[in-house]
Every structure is written in C-alpha cells, then in structure tokens.
C-alpha cells in the first residue's frame, strides 16, 4: 500500500458551519486515519499481508499511526519518519453520519519509493494525498514487474494516461466517477483495464469491458462514513492477492465497508473477519 498517513482530528457537528459562521461541537476526538494507512489497515484486518509505504512526521502522530498500522499487523519498514509534521485531517461529522474532511499533507509530501523487493507483493494499491509523480512511478515500476497496480484515484488528481492504462482497476467513489465520466462504462474511456465504483448505501458497480455488474450492499444503520471507500479498496486488494475475480473481491468489499460505516472513525471501524455482517 502507497499513499496517506493522517492524524484525524474529528468533532461532530450539529450542521456544517457556513462561511463566517460558528458551530458548537462535540469533544475532538484524536484518531489514525489517511487514505493510504486506512487501506493498508483494512487490508490487514481481513487477513492480507501487507507493507505499508508511506511518511509520518517525527511527532506523537506519527507515533500514532505507526502504532495503529503495527497493530493490525501491517509492515512498517516502509514507512519513512520526514522532517515535516504529521499530516492532519480536520473533519466534521454531521447526524447523518456524512464527513467533510480539509487535509493537510505535512509528511505525506515527502513520500518517495525506494527500491522495493517487487517480487514479494502480489498487489500494489495507491491513493492520493501524496505527490502524483510518486504513484505514478510506483504504478510503472510495479506493472514492469508484474505487480497489478490498484488505484483509488481519490481525492480525484489528474494521471498520466499510460498509468491510468496499466490500473486493473480504477477504483473511485460515485462523485469521482461522474467528475470523470459521464457514466460508467466511460470509466474505461480513461484507459484502465477495469474499474470499480462505490456507490454508497447501494454497494458497488464493477466495470470491465465485458459489461457493468451491480453488487448490493447489506443494509446497515450508518454512523460514520469516514474511510469507508478506503475499507473497500484494502479488502478488494487482499481478495484481488488472493487470487478472487474483481466481481467476487468487490462483494467482499462492499461487505467491509458497509461493517466499516456502522462505527465511528476510519481504522479504529474497520472489521476482522467475525465482525463482518
Ligand atoms: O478517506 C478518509 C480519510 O481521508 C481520513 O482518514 C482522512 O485522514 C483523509 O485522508
Ligand atoms: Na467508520
């Protein structure tokens, strides 16, 4: 796994303060989270083998989220401690369990990729919240050597096109599937091999030349959605590593993220195996 460590400082609001406005919240609460270690730990959780690459600054944070990592039996040797902060995610949560979410990057700027012993990993998955040229070099560097390289292209950040041609698959939530396409075979317009879209309460659509096929999701009381999609990208890439097609791997992932949003934070919601509903 590639990608974000964050410190999520979370309050939950009654409603999302407008511009000049001040809202009254609930206690902060101090949570590990960035998309990259949120996949990384969701994989892990559900059974994968997992290295997690990434940056955390040298503070009680990142302590924070190598602890978090380690203790869902991810590998941290790839995680560089940089000069800079911590990334920070400050996020609101509102009744209806809906995030929104300002991050800033700190130490996630300082992510590069050494040589990796490539012939140990099965899977690389990527997200954003780290420079683009670092993912796009780690997305060739993996697919030259046989690696299948998955990219949830959130937040949504402009890619090379022969690296959006080398993804099997696209994975991306249903407001980043439309700001990149009209529908959803247009995702394949973009050049991946295939793609998966997280459409929310209604599961997932996975897209492949072939045609598109709809996985429900199970209905579940939402509390908080935050990490939900990146709950969904670790557990397809630990089915993906075990050899399942993308259609089996998408309703195992719809599964855990549904688990995912019926407790509050991102890592600290993401099931094992016996949690799963
Ligand atoms: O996808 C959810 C994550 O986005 C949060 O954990 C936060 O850190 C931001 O990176
Ligand atoms: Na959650």
Redesign the pocket.
């Known amino acids: 796994m590639l990608g974000?460590a964050?410190?999520?400082l979370v309050v939950s609001v009654p409603r999302r303060p407008a511009g000049g406005e001040t809202v009254l919240g609930g206690d902060t609460a101090v949570?590990p989270?960035?998309?990259g270690?949120?996949t990384a730990v969701a994989a892990a959780r559900v059974g994968g083998s997992v290295s997690f690459l990434g940056a955390v600054g040298p503070d009680q944070y990142g302590e924070l989220l190598r602890s978090s990592l380690e203790s869902a039996g991810v590998r941290t040797e790839l995680l560089r401690t940089s000069s800079r902060p911590t990334?920070i995610?400050y996020?609101t949560v509102t009744p209806d369990g809906e995030?929104s979410?300002v991050?800033a990057p700190g130490a996630n700027s300082d992510v590069v990729v050494p040589e990796l012993p490539w012939e140990s990993f099965a899977v690389l998955v990527c997200s954003l919240?780290v420079p683009v040229d670092v993912v796009e070099g780690a997305v060739r560097a993996a697919a030259e050597r046989g690696v299948r390289p998955v990219l949830n292209l959130?937040p949504v950040t402009e890619v090379a096109p022969d690296v959006l041609a080398l993804l099997d698959p696209l994975v991306v939530n249903e407001h980043e599937a439309a700001s990149l396409a009209g529908t959803l075979p247009g995702l394949l317009d973009l050049g991946p091999k295939s793609a998966v879209v997280t459409l929310g309460a209604r599961g997932a659509a996975v897209v492949t030349p072939e045609g598109v096929t709809e996985v429900p999701a199970p209905e579940v009381e939402v509390v908080d959605t935050?990490?939900?999609?990146?709950a969904f990208a670790g557990a397809l890439a630990t089915r993906l590593a075990e050899g399942d097609p993308l259609p089996a791997a998408a309703a195992f992932a719809t599964r855990v993220a549904a688990t995912s949003v019926t407790k509050p934070g991102?890592?600290p919601s993401y099931p094992t195996p016996s949690d799963l509903r």
């Open positions: 974000s964050n410190a999520d949570l989270g960035g998309k270690a949120n990334g995610a996020i995030n979410i991050v919240e959130s935050t990490g939900a999609g990146d991102a890592q």
